[in-house]
């Protein structure tokens, strides 16, 4: 049984960082690509960041690039969000996702097999 599980997430002013980290189980973890996607209130899913199952590959949306950091350390099955300079508009759950894969990184909802269940990150003004 495959298991993801979100921590990390929390209220932070704007200007401030978060580190959200994403454990896995039930999988050999450097099989999979994993992402982290965000969902705010009203709006549809969207991808914040990927990376393939070395870490050598790396994958950010425009507006995170230069702010938010992907890793994964692969003895320990887990992946991290490294989130600087956090705005308002960065205020959404977070969720990890998991997809067996040697080559690509999928950059939408689809690609991936497996969620966590989400953490919310909100970032006040």
């Known amino acids: 049984q495959v298991q993801l599980i979100e921590s990390g997430g929390g209220l932070v002013q704007a200007g401030g960082s978060l580190r959200l980290s994403c454990a896995a189980s039930?999988?050999?973890?450097?099989?999979?690509?994993m992402g982290w996607f965000r969902q705010a209130p009203g709006k549809e899913r969207e991808i914040v960041s990927a990376?393939?199952?070395?870490?050598?590959?790396?994958y950010y949306v425009d507006s995170v690039k230069g702010r938010f950091t992907i890793s994964r350390d692969n003895a320990k099955n887990t992946v991290y969000l490294q989130m600087n300079s956090l705005k308002p508009e960065d205020t959404a759950v977070y969720y990890c996702?998991?997809?067996?894969?040697?080559?690509?990184?999928?950059?939408?909802?689809?690609?991936?097999?497996?969620w966590g269940q989400g953490t919310q990150v909100t970032v006040s003004s």
């Open positions: 996702a998991a997809v067996f894969t040697s080559v690509n990184i999928p950059d939408t909802p689809a690609g991936y097999d497996y």
């Open positions: 990376i393939n199952w070395s870490g050598r590959r790396t």
């Open positions: 039930g999988v050999v973890f450097n099989n999979y690509a």
